[in-house]
Each structure stands twice: as C-alpha cells, then as structure tokens.
C-alpha cells in the first residue's frame, strides 16, 4: 500500500477510535497519561509501518496490542511490580482476543469512553479541570483549542491537566462508573464536555466540509445519543436537543463558496426539517419533568430560531426571555453576548451597546465574538471609527478562514462609508 493511502487509513481510525482506545488502555492501567503516551506511541508506530506492510484488517486492534506492549514496556522500565504488569497485560490480552480480527470496527467503546468521562469528574480532581480533562483525554481535543473556551493560557490550562492525571494516577482513582447517588454531582461536567467537543467541531467541521461526517462535532452528537439512551434525565435530553437544532442548520452556515452566514440570513429551506422534528421531540420529553436546566433553555433558544421555518419571523422577545432564564442560571460571557445581540434586534444597538459597555473588559478582552458584536452594533450606530478599531481586534483573533472573510466583509463595508 502506498503512503498516502495509508495514512488516510490511520486517520480515519485514529479520528474514530483514539478515544475509545485510550479509555480502554486508561481503564485496566488506571493510569491516564500512560495510555495516552501508549497510543500516540502506537499511532507513531503505525505511521511507520502500514505503508510498508499494509493496514492490518482489525486496525484499531493493532493499535491496541502495540499501545498495550508500550505500556508494559514503561511498566518495566519504571521498575512496576511484575504482578502488577502481568495482570494488566493479562487483561489486554484477554481484551483483543474478545474484540476479535476482523471485528472491532463494529464493538462498542462507548460504554468505555463515557465511564472514562466519568472518572474524569470524579470529586477529588478540581472542579475546573473536570470537563477540559475530559475533552482532552476521550476526544483528543489539543490543549491549545481549548483554552480559548476557558478563557485561560494554554500553557496554565496544560499543567492543570497534567496535576489532575497525575492525581487520579497516584491517588487510585476508581475506574467504575459512579453509583446512581454519584451521578447528579458528576453529569454536569459530562454534559459540559460533550457540548464543549460539539462546539470545537464545528470548527473543524467549517475547515474542511468533506470531515463532516466523521469529525468532533459527530462523535459528540454521537455520545449525546448513547448518553440520553443510558441515562434519559432531562438536562441529558436536554443537551441532545441543542445539539439536534443545530445539526440540522449545518448545510445552510456555509454558501456555495464556503463563507459564512449568520443565523438569522440562512436559508431555511436548506435547513434539516426530519432533524428539527426529532430535536422538538426530544426538548419535548426533557420538558415533561418539569425540572429546567441550561441545556433545556438554551435548546429552547435553538426551538425559536427553528420557528422561522414556519412563521418567517423570529420571535426576538421570546429569545430576549428565555437568555434572562439562561442567566439566571448561569451568567457566562457566552450568555451575556446571546442576550445583547438579542437586545440589539428586540430594542435596538443604542440599548444593546450600553449592556456591552457595561461588561468588565477583562473577560471578554481576547474573546472574538464580544469584538465582532461589538464592532456590529458600532457600525449599526454608525459609530465608523469605534466599529473599524472593533472589527480589527475581532478579526485578529479569528480562527475559521471563512469567518475571517466574513468579518473582512463587514469591515470592508465600514470602510467604504
């Protein structure tokens, strides 16, 4: 097999099946920064040898075995108890040859990866760590695309989660998945983390179109599901139908050229209606316990924008009210900017600036999307010189290429007044 088809084979694995791997190798060596460093070492392997001898038919089974032989050669090296060694390979052993030769493809890790998450939420690591962790270690999300989100240095962000590996390592951490009393603590944090991954996906999902099938954004959508089977609470169900409304919107953010387009100028027709059907559905049953959460709301929010479909129109004071609930419960700077754009249609930009102004310019000072509504409701205050600094901080700190145009667009449009 040549290389570049070999590689494309490991990448479609590795996208796949690393999460799954690592919670596996994590789960019987109780040790996450092992696994971790056992399948990269694994992967590095693989990269090497399937041009030169072919991808193996149980692909991610070799990576297992060759992850599992990393480790106990690690074991070794760092002088671990030969009974100890043993028994875990032992038990990798006894592992693939359940999994098969031609079958892992179909086995399900999920059950694997969401205890894993689980463990990652356990009391004892920092609460602040608890949903990084878990982005990281289950879905391979790189430090640095996360410190955006938590609003932290990377490097910060790195040695909080080397700290809490190191404790769930030396503090034996059970690797079993909660007793029901347990679970209402550590959900939250799990939810967080799912919709966190989705949210960094479509990032990658707006780069490359042809990865959308099997990017972040799909494993995420994928654990929701298996999440709200396992365990139907209503902040679960909740979560799902957020992440259902907007997959169904995800043919109509990008145009023919790939350039962004705002929510409230997509095209609705190209809008997934069986998808916002089953979204409603699953908001629907959440809702008949009669116990409100974020996800639910913040679904709701997605339930209104789905209206359109039918009335035309967006209901801005029906989405201005249900922010506020958002708030109440949680006041982000994500929710904060949600509310004021808002706001900015329902009232108008002079009453919207004045929410914005008031906002502590130390939370938001290297968060793009404040700098892009700012320089919107600047511009729609024909404020030129105000909007044409805004648009340039935004633009500085965009990641997506097609957001970039789209911010260069409206800049541009500034410009030219």
């Given at each position: 097999?040549?290389?570049?088809?070999?590689?494309?084979?490991?990448?479609?694995?590795?996208?796949?099946?690393?999460?799954?791997?690592?919670?596996?190798?994590?789960?019987?060596?109780?040790?996450?920064?092992?696994?971790?460093?056992?399948v990269g070492e694994a992967i590095a392997q693989a990269l090497l040898t399937w041009p030169r001898e072919g991808v193996p038919n149980n692909a991610a089974g070799w990576l297992l075995t060759v992850a599992r032989n990393r480790w106990l050669d690690a074991a070794r090296h760092a002088q671990v108890q030969v009974a100890f060694a043993?028994?875990?390979?032992h038990r990798c052993e006894a592992l693939v040859a359940e999994l098969g030769t031609d079958t892992l493809g179909a086995f399900d890790f999920a059950d694997e990866r969401l205890k894993l998450m689980f463990v990652c939420a356990h009391p004892a690591i920092d609460r602040a760590v608890h949903t990084p962790l878990m982005l990281q270690v289950v879905l391979g999300v790189p430090v640095e695309r996360m410190a955006g989100i938590f609003l932290v240095g990377?490097?910060?962000?790195?040695?909080?989660?080397?700290?809490?590996?190191?404790?769930?390592?030396?503090?034996?951490?059970?690797?079993?998945?909660?007793?029901?009393?347990?679970?209402?603590?550590?959900?939250?944090?799990?939810?967080?983390?799912?919709y966190g991954a989705y949210g960094l996906g479509w990032e990658a999902v707006q780069a490359d179109a042809a990865s959308c099938a099997s990017g972040l954004a799909d494993e995420a959508l994928s654990l929701g599901r298996?999440?709200?089977?396992?365990?139907?609470?209503?902040?679960?169900?909740?979560?799902?139908?957020?992440?259902?409304?907007?997959?169904?919107?995800?043919?109509?953010?990008?145009?023919?050229?790939?350039?962004?387009?705002?929510?409230?100028?997509?095209?609705?027709?190209?809008?997934?209606?069986?998808?916002?059907?089953?979204?409603?559905?699953?908001?629907?049953?959440?809702?008949?316990?009669g116990?409100?959460?974020?996800?639910?709301?913040?679904?709701?929010?997605?339930?209104?924008?789905?209206?359109?479909?039918?009335?035309?129109?967006?209901?801005?004071?029906?989405?201005?009210?249900?922010?506020?609930?958002?708030?109440?419960?949680?006041?982000?700077?994500?929710?904060?900017l949600g509310f004021i754009g808002v706001l900015a249609r329902w009232q108008g930009p002079r009453v919207?600036?004045?929410?914005?102004?008031?906002?502590?310019?130390?939370?938001?000072?290297?968060?793009?999307?404040?700098?892009?509504?700012?320089?919107?409701?600047?511009?729609?205050?024909?404020?030129?010189?105000?909007?044409d600094r805004a648009y340039s901080l935004a633009l500085g700190l965009a990641r997506d290429a097609a957001v970039q145009r789209?911010?260069?667009?409206?800049?541009?449009?500034?410009?030219?007044?």
């Open positions: 097999m040549d290389g570049p088809a070999a590689d494309a084979a490991l990448t479609e694995v590795v996208r796949h099946q690393r999460g799954r791997l690592v919670a596996l190798l994590a789960a019987r060596t109780r040790d996450i920064a092992a696994a971790e460093d056992a043993a028994d875990h390979l990377s490097g910060a962000l790195g040695q909080r989660l080397s700290r809490a590996k190191s404790k769930i390592r030396d503090a034996g951490v059970a690797f079993d998945v909660p007793v029901q009393s347990e679970i209402p603590a550590r959900l939250p944090a799990v939810l967080d983390a799912i298996l999440l709200a089977e396992l365990l139907p609470e209503p902040e679960v169900l909740g979560l799902l139908a957020l992440m259902l409304f907007c997959e169904s919107r995800r043919g109509a953010r990008r145009n023919a050229a790939g350039d962004f387009v705002p929510l409230d100028e997509q095209d609705v027709a190209l809008w997934d209606q069986a998808m916002m059907q089953e979204a409603a559905a699953t908001l629907a049953r959440a809702s008949q316990a116990q409100l959460g974020r996800y639910q709301l913040e679904a709701a929010v997605q339930s209104v924008h789905a209206q359109r479909t039918v009335s035309g129109q967006t209901d801005w004071s029906a989405l201005a009210l249900l922010y506020q609930g958002l708030l109440s419960l949680a006041p982000t700077v994500g929710y904060q919207a600036m004045e929410r914005l102004t008031a906002m502590p310019l130390v939370s938001v000072r290297d968060h793009q999307p404040y700098w892009a509504l700012r320089a919107h409701l600047h511009q729609a205050l024909g404020e030129r010189d105000e909007a789209f911010l260069q667009a409206r800049w541009a449009s500034v410009r030219a007044r």
